[in-house]
């Protein structure tokens, strides 16, 4: 079964203050890995989809990375406005479910 | 941009009602999902759904679940009979393709059973 690990739980950062946040994952055989970032009370919104090791993709002041097991989203001066949980996920084998960690919550203090 | 849609935005009804939850996906989408989050925890997949027949589910989609298609927009998901511990916010997605193709999301339905 696959199995995803986020880490941090809670992040805490001065606006400014770079840093990254880890996904661990456990799959047999992946086909995609997800970043989504998810306001209180709303629904997942798509950041990133990555599919093998070494890609990397960039937003604004996002840039997540992928290896064979782990994935890392890294902000870059963050704003107040970052503040959000950030949801790591993977789809892969057969299924077409995709499962989720439980996300690091991300606060921006100014 | 397109994006999902979900009606309604919160639900209250007592235990053991039935409730229906309304998605319209993405209109050239082909594969459609729904999910689960129980407060404070993880978001859960529940059932996927393709070419009007159920494709995937999980565990937690039981007999007091069914989903529809019941036209060329709206995706359904009815619980029969409800209890306390589906009290939940519930995510309806659709993506282009199946496996590994992005699933996006709708704003969710926050469901509160009394």
């Known amino acids: 079964e696959d199995q995803v690990t986020q880490s941090p739980e809670a992040l805490r950062l001065q606006e400014g203050e770079s840093s990254s946040l880890n996904c661990s994952y456990t799959v047999s055989g992946l086909r995609g890995l997800f970043w989504y970032r998810q306001d209180p009370g709303k629904g997942p919104e798509f950041l990133f989809t990555l599919y093998s090791a070494g890609e990397e993709k960039e937003k604004e002041r996002l840039k997540a990375t992928l290896t064979k097991k782990e994935s890392f989203l890294h902000i870059t001066a963050p704003k107040p406005e970052d503040s959000a949980t950030y949801l790591c996920a993977v789809n892969s084998g057969g299924y077409q479910k995709v499962t989720f960690g439980t996300g690091t919550k991300l606060q921006v203090i100014p | 941009e397109p994006e999902v849609t979900q009606t309604p935005s919160h639900q209250v009804t007592q235990m053991g009602q039935e409730v229906i939850l309304r998605c319209v996906p993405i209109?050239?989408?082909?594969?459609f999902y729904w999910y689960r989050q129980i407060l404070g925890q993880k978001v859960e997949f529940l059932v996927s759904f393709y070419n009007n027949e159920i494709s995937e589910k999980s565990e937690i989609f039981d007999d007091q679940f069914s989903v529809e298609r019941p036209d060329g927009s709206n995706f359904t998901l009815k619980i029969r009979s409800t209890k306390l511990e589906d009290s939940a916010m519930y995510f309806c997605a659709s993506s282009p393709g199946g496996r590994g193709d992005t699933q996006y999301f709708g704003p969710g339905t926050r469901l509160t059973v009394l």
């Open positions: 209109s050239n989408h082909l594969y």
